[in-house]
């Protein structure tokens, strides 16, 4: 690996980094405001999200999914439980393990939170079209794998 330094390919890749984080600001502003209504961040939304969908199950796999830290996994779970939108029990067969689920409470909220969200990503993305989202995603997994 050499480190001379090719400004036009910096700039292309400062370019997509760009507009990765814009997209995302943008992003998460919208999906914050239609989510308000509910008292939950965006953030909050998507630990309930990944339990809902069976992508996690424990604190330390809530963490791997959304790429938290556990000091600030812990306080969003913490801000959730006070909320009663989620509930720590111990796990039968390893009580070192802390399994999270949604409560009752939550359960029942969600499926209005999805719907907002659903509104919000239709807008966000609607303006593609044919397979152009697909390829969006593709393009995307290609750099979240990585």
Do not use: W
Request: net charge neutral; aromatic share 6%; charged share 25%.
């Amino acid at each position: 690996m050499t480190n001379s330094f090719d400004v036009s390919d910096y700039q292309r890749y400062a370019q997509a980094a760009r507009l990765v984080a814009r997209t995302h600001i943008k992003l998460v502003e919208a999906l914050d405001a239609e989510l308000a209504a509910f008292d939950i961040s965006t953030a909050q939304y998507a630990v309930m999200a990944a339990l809902v969908a069976g992508r996690a199950h424990t604190a330390a796999q809530i963490c791997h999914e959304l790429s938290y830290d556990s000091g600030a996994m812990t306080r969003m779970l913490d801000r959730l439980a006070h909320k009663d939108l989620l509930l720590r029990k111990r796990s039968l067969d390893d009580r070192r393990t802390v399994l999270v689920e949604l409560t009752a409470h939550g359960q029942a909220l969600y499926p209005a939170m999805l719907a907002r969200t659903n509104l919000v990503l239709r807008q966000f993305f609607t303006r593609y079209e044919g397979d152009e989202l697909e390829t969006l995603a593709a393009l995307l997994q290609k750099t979240a794998i990585s």
